[in-house]
């Protein structure tokens, strides 16, 4: 069990140009998360799979926003033409649907910063 | 709605002191309550869970929360802190089992004194 893997871990860029982060969960977990952390304030949910079947996603989540899970196993999080205001750590968590609800296991986050 | 208030984002106390963070949760039906820790360079873990059982609920690391209905707060704490805790600290509220998006609060950072 190597846990939930994040890629970039640290991504800057110009606004206006795309950036896309990868997660591989934990591999037997079939539920996978993505959060989003601004400084000072705690993790506020983006969107969330079972499967590759995307189930939720939250009003956070504009039209700029897209996340995939194509296999059901990795996914990705694209955030097209960024804004300052994107700028943020993104934290990718997994579970397993039969698992303890409310237990999470988080990666080490993606840190997005855009000038 | 549900929401949670962690009041303090920062809270220091000795080596061997009481470790007490607060969290008041604000939920429409009978909550899940969790408690996260966060490390430097790490991610969020969970360190404890209240799933309407036992209202003292013991999590990993010496670490205790107590679901207070009458109160709104699943507040946390450590009888005897060690330099180790020094981390932050996430109190989320699920609104029911098999719920999948956590609301957390804004954090506390635990600073521990020598």
């Known amino acids: 069990d190597t846990g939930v893997s994040q890629n970039p871990r640290h991504k800057i860029t110009k606004r206006g140009q795309n950036v896309t982060f990868r997660c591989d969960p934990i591999?037997?977990?079939?539920?996978l998360y993505w959060y989003r952390q601004t400084l000072g304030q705690g993790p506020e949910f983006l969107t969330y799979?079972?499967?590759?079947?995307?189930?939720?996603k939250s009003r956070l989540l504009s039209d700029r926003f897209s996340a995939e899970r194509p296999k059901g196993s990795f996914s990705t999080l694209e955030i097209q033409r960024t804004e300052q205001g994107d700028s943020a750590m993104y934290l990718c968590?997994?579970?397993?649907?039969?698992?303890?609800?409310?237990?999470?296991?988080f990666g080490e986050g993606s840190r997005l910063t855009v000038l | 709605a549900q929401s949670v208030t962690q009041l303090g984002s920062h809270v220091s106390v000795s080596e061997g002191a009481l470790v007490l963070l607060r969290c008041n949760y604000s939920?429409?039906?009978?909550?899940?309550l969790f408690w996260y820790v966060q490390y430097p360079n790490q991610g969020l873990q969970l360190l404890l869970k209240?799933?309407?059982?036992?209202?003292l609920v013991k999590g990993i690391n010496g670490f205790e929360a107590e679901f207070k209905k009458s109160e709104t707060s699943f507040h946390l704490t450590k009888p005897s802190a060690h330099m180790s805790d020094a981390a932050e600290y996430f109190c989320?509220?699920?609104?029911?089992?098999?719920?999948?998006?956590?609301?957390f609060g804004q954090g506390t950072r635990l600073t521990i004194n020598p």
């Open positions: 968590a997994s579970s397993l649907a039969s698992g303890v609800t409310g237990e999470l296991f």
């Open positions: 591999s037997e977990h079939n539920r």
């Open positions: 799979f079972q499967n590759e079947a995307q189930l939720e």
């Open positions: 939920s429409s039906v009978p909550p899940y």
């Open positions: 209240y799933t309407s059982a036992a209202t």
């Open positions: 989320a509220v699920s609104p029911f089992q098999g719920a999948q998006k956590l609301v």
